[in-house]
């Protein structure tokens, strides 16, 4: 998709999961399998689109009870730094800069890098003179490698650990798995944290009645800003790269590491430039997340071949992240002071879906597979965000938020989203080696508007295990060969909620000196 979401569906124990890998510990993992072409993911319908990630995790076998424990500690550090210019083509390029704009910009240059105006002389003969001096003053000097008062000096620790208990019996299986990680970040003063408890079962009550079930909880939490973190004007990474490496030709360059800003120099919309290692220093974020998911499934034979199955999900993610901005960092200087954002979400869904599968006794040579079933979803999200600002320059941060003392309206938010589908699938082979599939699925969204509220998904497809054939065999080639041919429908309903309907947003304007609510 051009315009929406390119991730694929993952599908974890035959659940949806929209954390995708980040909800499993690797650990946990079976198998994966990708789905990629149309008759493949077809039978997911209008999520299908960009592929389906088929994760298997692992679970109990017959036998005696294993416990393992698992442990591992390393330290990081970065391979590789981003190129940048020396001194000497610094003090070039703020020439050429200079060099097009206003004579004050020319006068600024002379006075910084070229040792002072001289009255005397014309701007242009000011200037001349001062790139005559680039190479005497600035080719040998090494300046502040702000890379390397970034990094160097800090050695980021990652540490995880893992104790799982597995076991089953001819009627139970069970596999409990705990886990633990702690990873300092590559930036200073970031880091994750998180804790992973996931119990798979199944038992057997009954030679027709099957039953399985999982729980996992996990929660992290995730400290400061990543290099990368605040795309465009406030990421880290830009400002490391972007601050100045001398002072002047005179000055002591350690002046620009003890100093919070940059006595001179501003970026290209005439803000302030912070000093790298203040600014992270000054921006404190906390982010938080918890994740509670049951989901489990009933299997009946009713009679031989014929199997029903119901399946259900429920699912509870808590989303915290709060962000305050000291006095000394780049927002605070670029508003009225130090100030907090506050956000919070709580995300609730559920799945249940109906299947019945009928496999009818056929010859040796023929194997049939019919498949239909129904499938609900439903997901709502809360949110919550506001603003407090009126900080002393000497505050606690988060804290301590009351020190601030003037807080904005709260905003909250309640969104829901439901789908319904219907769907089935046909799965034929001869011999196992000649194999044919058809499958179609409708999908009703919310998300969708008033005269395309259905989408519908036929795919079909056919296969030759070239790999059975004795002719294939006996050029001792090949360990597996197999030919497939498929076509489908997908869809991606990655979009929005709401956009089909015209909607009322709550809102204040003035009105006799003080604020009045409006919905519009």
Same mark, same amino acid.
């Given at each position: 998709s051009i315009t929406q979401s390119n991730d694929p569906l993952y599908i974890v124990d035959g659940f949806p999961s929209p954390e995708g890998l980040a909800g499993i510990e690797p650990s946990d993992i079976e198998s994966i399998d990708v789905m990629k072409d149309a008759s493949a993911t077809a039978i997911y319908g209008a999520a299908g689109a960009n592929g389906v990630i088929l994760i298997t995790t692992k679970s109990g076998s017959e036998g005696k009870v294993n416990v393992n424990f698992d442990a591992y500690v390393g330290i990081k550090k970065i391979s590789k730094r981003l190129k940048t210019l020396n001194v000497s083509d610094f003090v070039k390029l703020e020439y050429e800069r200079s060099m097009l704009k206003s004579e004050e910009e020319k006068r600024s240059f002379v006075n910084v890098y070229g040792g002072g105006y001289?009255?005397?002389? @014309?701007?242009?003969?000011?200037?001349?003179?001062?790139?005559?001096?680039?190479?005497?003053?600035?080719?040998?000097?090494?300046?502040?490698?702000?890379?390397?008062?970034?990094?160097?000096?800090?050695?980021?620790?990652?540490?995880?650990?893992? !104790?799982?208990?597995?076991?089953?019996?001819?009627? @139970?299986?069970?596999?409990?798995?705990?886990?633990?990680?702690?990873?300092?970040?590559?930036?200073?003063?970031?880091?994750?944290?998180?804790?992973?408890?996931?119990?798979?079962?199944?038992?057997?009550?009954?030679?027709? !009645?099957?039953?399985?079930?999982?729980?996992?909880?996990?929660?992290? %939490?995730?400290?400061?800003?990543?290099? !990368?973190?605040?795309?465009?004007?406030?990421?880290?990474?830009?400002?490391?790269?972007?601050?100045?490496?001398?002072?002047?030709?005179?000055?002591?360059?350690?002046? !620009?590491?003890?100093?919070?800003?940059?006595?001179?120099?501003?970026?290209?919309?005439?803000?302030?430039?912070?000093?790298?290692l203040t600014a992270i220093r000054e921006e404190e974020r906390n982010r938080k997340n918890q994740i509670t998911n049951f989901n489990g499934n009933i299997r009946y034979e009713i009679i031989k071949g014929l199997t029903y199955q119901v399946q259900g999900s429920l699912r509870r993610r808590k989303s915290q992240n709060d962000v305050f901005y000291h006095a000394n960092s780049r927002q605070a200087k670029r508003s009225a002071g130090p100030y907090a954002q506050l956000y919070n979400l709580v995300d609730n869904s559920w799945t249940y879906t109906n299947t019945v599968t009928y496999r009818p006794k056929l010859s040796k040579k023929h194997n049939v597979n019919i498949m239909v079933g129904q499938e609900e979803?439903?997901?709502?999200?809360?949110?919550?965000?506001?603003?407090?600002?009126?900080?002393?320059?000497?505050?606690?941060?988060?804290?301590?938020?009351?020190?601030? @003392?003037?807080? @904005?309206?709260?905003?909250?938010?309640?969104?829901?989203?439901?789908?319904?589908?219907?769907?089935?699938?046909?799965?034929?082979?001869?011999?196992?080696?000649?194999?044919?599939?058809?499958?179609?699925?409708?999908?009703?969204?919310? %998300?969708?508007?008033?005269?395309?509220?259905?989408?519908?998904?036929?795919?079909?497809?056919?296969?030759?295990?070239?790999?059975?054939?004795?002719?294939?065999?006996?050029?001792?080639?090949?360990?597996?060969?197999?030919?497939?041919?498929g076509v489908g429908t997908a869809g991606n309903n990655n979009i929005p909620r709401y956009k089909s309907l015209l909607k009322l947003k709550p809102g204040t304007v003035p009105e006799n000196n003080q604020l009045a609510n409006t919905i519009g």
């Open positions: 001289n009255e005397a002389l @014309t701007s242009m003969d000011n200037m001349q003179n001062a790139w005559y001096d680039i190479p005497y003053y600035y080719d040998n000097r090494g300046g502040v490698d702000w890379q390397d008062e970034t990094f160097e000096g800090y050695t980021p620790v990652t540490q995880n650990y893992r !104790l799982s208990i597995d076991g089953g019996s001819k009627e @139970t299986n069970f596999n409990l798995s705990l886990s633990h990680t702690n990873d300092d970040g590559i930036m200073r003063n970031s880091g994750l944290s998180r804790n992973n408890i996931r119990l798979r079962f199944g038992h057997k009550l009954s030679d027709k !009645l099957t039953l399985n079930a999982t729980a996992t909880y996990i929660e992290d %939490k995730i400290d400061g800003l990543g290099s !990368l973190e605040e795309g465009g004007r406030f990421s880290s990474m830009r400002n490391i790269i972007q601050s100045r490496p001398i002072s002047s030709r005179d000055g002591n360059d350690l002046d !620009l590491i003890n100093s919070n800003t940059d006595p001179i120099f501003k970026d290209d919309d005439g803000n302030v430039m912070i000093n790298p979803k439903y997901r709502k999200f809360s949110t919550f965000s506001m603003s407090i600002t009126n900080y002393d320059d000497i505050n606690n941060g988060l804290n301590s938020l009351q020190m601030g @003392t003037n807080a @904005t309206v709260p905003v909250t938010s309640v969104e829901g989203e439901r789908d319904l589908s219907f769907f089935g699938r046909v799965n034929y082979d001869y011999l196992k080696k000649y194999l044919f599939s058809v499958t179609y699925r409708i999908d009703g969204s919310s %998300k969708f508007g008033k005269e395309h509220k259905w989408g519908y998904f036929p795919s079909a497809s056919v296969a030759w295990r070239t790999i059975d054939e004795d002719f294939v065999k006996n050029l001792s080639v090949f360990s597996d060969f197999k030919v497939r041919f």
